[in-house]
């Protein structure tokens, strides 16, 4: 291990935290999606003053896109001089909404007992600012070096990355020959290697109903009592399959080592938006339920789906005047780089270097845009790896600790010395 890259690092901890406060300081709530551009310019200036070329690229078209609200990711390359391969840090720049709870200002970026705290200072604000004084710290001790590095930052991944890295993945920005590896910052602990994560798949059913006066409902026939039916059957029979069914994937934390299923909302009859008057008498001819599966690379997604299907086929077939239209409305597959793979087997060389322990290799229980970069890009050589301590993302007063960004900062520049020479 290289102990230029170490020292490297130790002299930016001071412009790594306040690095990190000034991109706190932006205020990129997602939804609506707010100061994306001022956030990205921050970031393309401070490469380019470093020898980055830099893109702002927006994600025409993606959900949310508008003038007011313009979906804007900044792409920066730096060229080493000789061939070699190129290594990617992607971080998503947008944070969720503050919420209620804080006791401090969540966008001002207040230092504390050697913490940045801040709304997305973990998720993932830190984890961007690291992996740039990574970088920087690298250049310094490597000013040239063969293949390239890029380091991006990207909206909406906490709505989905359709206006991040989906949009840029589908323009060839997260592929070969263009891009080799991809490391992912996310807030997964400064020992950890996060693979990949378990699949998801989100659907709507709908029952169906009469509608009738509701001093009459023998008239009618109820749609929120024909979904009752679909609870109790799931319920009885739906959950405790699921609970059995266990993964050989290390899915943190170990209760989502399994396949899960929430109750994501459920809307029947009238509108409850009557105040201040009142309802009027109805029978509910319609009740909509979404529901949200996350599923194991151990099951085939047909499986998971025909698992819900034969439940609501059973009720048509017993429950009088039943019946249901179910519609999908999201599917990830499950995702599980191997352990062997370039970028993991670098950073767990980094880790035990630097910290003298085996990493630990973890799943995540939701997703995250490595699903884009494997789906859109077909590059599998992709890990979240990351400071910061992932039970604090989108909580009131989210930190992120100074000293563990930087020893991931002295990871992330490890990894990417062995990813850029090994090949060399
Ligand atoms: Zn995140």
């Known amino acids: 291990m ?7 690092v130790d002299e930016r901890i001071e412009e790594l935290a306040a690095l990190t406060v000034d991109l706190i300081r932006f205020p990129t709530v997602n ?3 707010e100061a994306y551009t001022p956030c990205a310019e921050y970031i393309a200036r401070r490469l380019a003053a470093r020898g980055f070329e830099t893109r702002l690229i ?5 959900p949310g896109d508008c003038d007011r609200y313009p979906r804007t990711n900044v792409v920066a390359r730096r060229e080493g001089g000789r061939p ?6 992607n971080s998503h720049i947008d944070v969720v909404e503050a919420g209620d709870g804080w006791t401090l200002d969540p966008f001002a970026g207040v230092v504390r007992d050697g913490k940045v705290f801040g709304r997305g200072a973990c998720d993932m604000k830190g984890g961007l600012a690291a992996s740039i004084i990574a970088v920087e710290a690298f250049l310094a001790v490597h000013p040239t070096f063969p293949g390239a590095v890029e380091i991006s930052g990207t909206a909406d991944e906490e709505s989905g990355g359709y ?19 991809v490391i992912i910052p996310e807030p997964l602990n400064k020992d950890r290697i996060c693979l990949g994560h378990r699949g998801v798949w989100w659907a709507q059913i709908e029952t169906r109903g009469t509608i009738a006066h509701g001093s009459m409902p023998f008239l009618g026939d109820s749609a929120i009592r024909h979904m009752g039916a679909v609870l109790a059957a799931f319920e009885e029979e739906l959950f405790p399959a699921l609970d059995r069914k266990q993964t050989r994937m290390p899915v943190v934390p170990e209760e989502a080592r399994r396949s899960t299923l929430n109750i994501n909302s459920i809307h029947g009859g009238q509108t409850e938006d009557f105040f201040p008057g009142l309802p009027s008498p109805n029978v509910a001819h319609s009740c909509r339920l979404v529901i949200d599966r ?6 085939d997604i047909a499986e998971v789906k025909s698992e819900v299907i034969a439940i609501l086929e059973r009720l048509k077939r017993r429950r009088p005047r039943f019946d249901y239209e179910i519609r999908d409305l999201m599917e990830v597959l499950p995702l599980m780089t191997e352990r062997d793979a370039p970028v993991p087997t670098a950073l767990a060389g980094a880790i035990r270097a630097v910290f003298g322990r085996e990493p630990e290799y973890v799943i ?19 890990v979240a790896y990351g400071p910061g301590i992932l039970d604090l993302a989108h909580r009131p007063d989210e930190w992120v600790g100074i000293e563990d960004m930087a020893e991931s900062a002295k990871v992330m520049a490890a990894s990417l010395d062995a990813l850029l020479h090994a090949a060399a």
Do not use: M, N, W
């Open 364 to 382: 995540s229980p939701g997703t995250y845009d490595q699903k884009h970069v494997v789906r859109f890009g077909h590059l599998h050589d992709c």
């Open 2 to 8: 290289d102990e230029r890259l170490l020292r490297a």
């Open 31 to 33: 939804p609506p999606g």
């Open 163 to 181: 206006g991040g890295v989906a949009h840029l993945a589908r323009q060839g920005f997260f592929s070969r020959p263009r891009v080799d590896h």
């Open 294 to 299: 996350r599923f194991l690379i151990e099951e």
């Open 58 to 62: 927006r994600g025409e078209g993606a």
């Open 84 to 89: 070699g391969p190129t290594v990617h840090f």
